[in-house]
């Protein structure tokens, strides 16, 4: 039994937590905002089996300059942010190439092939199984056109395992009829699902392991360095804590302590934003993704939260107005029966230029596990991520670690 640190109390740091204390470990968390507050905290809120497909792909180099430049485009880019990006970005054109990008969804299909057992023992408990709502994701396109554009990805996902149904508007219509008429194709994809609540399920999930002896410190972790035997943490107070290993879950915010591990990890940010519609859950049955305007509509516990858009800009807290309006009056034209929004939400999204994530052991001390960089799919690899750092901590490679070839996620790899 070790004594384990984990910075960041996000999906990733609560889901490597119930591993861990699986195998019996005792976990301390850090996160000065709590439980569920970085990402985790708006996102649509979708177990997304079928999400192999970066955002780095062949399409990009055809599509990127009229999504730059077109305003009712999901894709954005905070002009005054571009000096600082351009290595990010001059990878992330790099990992576009259909070679990187077939690499790239393969390592997330491996991951994702196993996502759903990696939330087995984080959902044992009926309190967390309540948040569940076991119904599959609607993609749709308001354009023969687009969806066309969209066969060769099908196609790789069909490839890569993951199964679907090919619909037409009019069984579009039958399966969610309050959307609007304007949906030509759509996919249904298989075994997907979502909370009703991913803040409560993450914040029931903290409850249930501090019931078993996690401990939560409101602290922000600045410093990390090598200890006899171990891992020493500094915090925002001043204080020095010595653990056996040491997780770094700290989502988009991960590059500086990895840094300091002695791994130059080029991490940057995927903005995101929400618009809640209070009360209007019974409009739909599941959620509902407009392909071409990069959003989910989610039904929750409070209302519909409508979800997404990608805005290269760095961590300024300034929201983009257009694409808060860009969400609403979407969400209307494909649901008219709603009203106005009650809330938004902006988001950082830790993002890689190749798309996955990074999992591993750091570079300059074997006993600091990377759990970070999940891009748009942190919510669905949580748990199989938190099974791999069990894992790595106990020098187990019989259950995942035979299975995935863990090079893919290294954090060396760029
Ligand atoms: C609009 C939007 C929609 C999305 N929809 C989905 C979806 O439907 N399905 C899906 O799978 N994924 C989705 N995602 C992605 C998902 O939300 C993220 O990948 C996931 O939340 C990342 O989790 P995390 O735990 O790594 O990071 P976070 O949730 O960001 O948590 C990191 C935590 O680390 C803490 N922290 C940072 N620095 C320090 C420090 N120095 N010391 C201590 N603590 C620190 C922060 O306070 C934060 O709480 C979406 C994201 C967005 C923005």
Redesign the pocket.
């Known amino acids: 039994m070790a004594d384990v640190g984990i ?8 889901a490597s937590a119930g591993w861990l204390m699986r195998d019996g470990h005792r976990v301390t968390l ?4 709590g439980v ?13 089996p079928y ?1 192999c497909i970066p955002v780095n792909n062949p399409s990009v180099f055809r599509d990127l300059p009229r999504f730059l430049l077109s305003n009712t485009s999901p894709f954005r880019m905070r002009w005054g942010y571009l000096p600082h990006l351009l290595p990010w970005l001059a990878r992330f054109m790099l990992s576009s190439t259909q070679r990187r990008y077939e690499a790239s969804a393969g390592a997330l299909a491996a991951l994702l092939a196993q996502a759903q057992a990696g939330y087995a023992p984080l959902l044992e408990e009926p309190e967390l199984a309540k948040f569940v709502r076991p119904r599959e994701c609607l993609y749709l396109y308001s354009s023969g056109a687009s969806f066309d554009a969209s066969r060769a990805s099908l196609d790789l996902r069909e490839q890569l395992g993951v199964s679907f149904e090919v619909l037409r508007g009019e069984d579009v219509r039958e399966l969610e009829p309050s959307l609007a008429p304007i949906f030509e194709r759509a996919v249904l994809f298989s075994n997907s699902w ?1 909370f009703s609540d991913p803040q409560a399920y993450l914040r029931t999930l903290h409850d249930t392991l501090a019931a078993r002896g996690l401990k939560l410190e409101r ?4 410093g990390i360095s090598s200890a006899p035997d171990g891992v020493a943490l500094t915090t925002d107070d001043g204080m020095s804590r010595h653990f056996d290993h040491v997780v770094i ?6 590059a ?2 990895a840094e300091q591990c002695g791994d130059r990890v080029p991490l940057d940010t ?5 618009v809640r519609y209070r009360g209007a859950s019974q409009l739909i049955s599941r ?1 509902c993704g407009w392909a071409e305007r990069g959003f ?1 509509m ?1 039904p929750m516990e409070d209302g519909i939260r409508v ?3 990608v805005e290269l800009g760095g961590f300024t807290e300034t929201r983009n107005r257009s694409l808060i309006d860009l969400l609403t009056f979407s969400s209307k034209r494909a649901l008219p029966g709603l009203q106005q929004p009650d809330s938004t939400w902006l ?4 993002s890689l230029p190749d798309g996955v994530p990074v999992l591993g052991r750091a570079s300059g001390n074997e006993r600091v596990i990377y ?2 960089g ?9 748990g199989v991520t938190g099974r791999i750092v069990a894992d790595l901590v106990a020098r187990r490679d019989s259950s995942t670690g035979a299975l995935l070839d863990l090079s893919r996620y290294a954090p060396t790899r760029f």
Not at 7 to 14: E, T, Y
Not at 36 to 48: D, E, I, M, P
Not at 374 to 382: C, E, F, S, V, Y
Request: charge should be positive; aromatic fraction near 12%.
């Open positions: 910075v960041g109390a996000g999906f990733i740091g609560l850090f996160d000065p905002s569920a507050q970085g990402a985790s905290f708006g996102n649509a809120g979708t177990f997304a999400g979502h602290k922000s972790v600045n879950a700290t989502g988009a915010r991960s500086k302590l995927e903005r995101g934003y929400h959620p989910y989610t979800a997404g858009t988001g950082f999204r830790p759990a970070f999940h891009q748009h799919l942190g919510l669905t690899l949580a």
